[in-house]
């Protein structure tokens, strides 16, 4: 948001500062400028906030319930929390 809040204050310095002919020219220039910037900004946020995502995914897969294959076919398995099919394969 503090991007795009940008823009309107150039536009009144270029509407006070440019003469009228140069106007179209100069807010158009402006706002791509800014529209581009705002997109960088967003691109970041998401990667960043993706990243955060999957290091917590990690780190909860990190901390899921052991599984330990004593002998073939004989698994040992604490009985606290849920067993899906990703945590019981070996």
Known sequence: ???LAVKRPL???VQANVPVDGQVAALWAISAVADRMA???VT???QTRE???RRQ???LLELS???IKLFEGVLAVPMIGTLDSARTRS
Do not use: E, S
Request: aromatic share 14%.
């Open 57 to 59: 995914q990690q780190d």
């Open 51 to 53: 990243d955060i995502i």
């Open 11 to 13: 536009f009144g310095l």
């Open 44 to 46: 970041v946020y998401q």
């Open 65 to 67: 319930t052991p599984v």
């Open 1 to 3: 948001m503090f991007v």
């Open 39 to 41: 997109q960088a900004t």
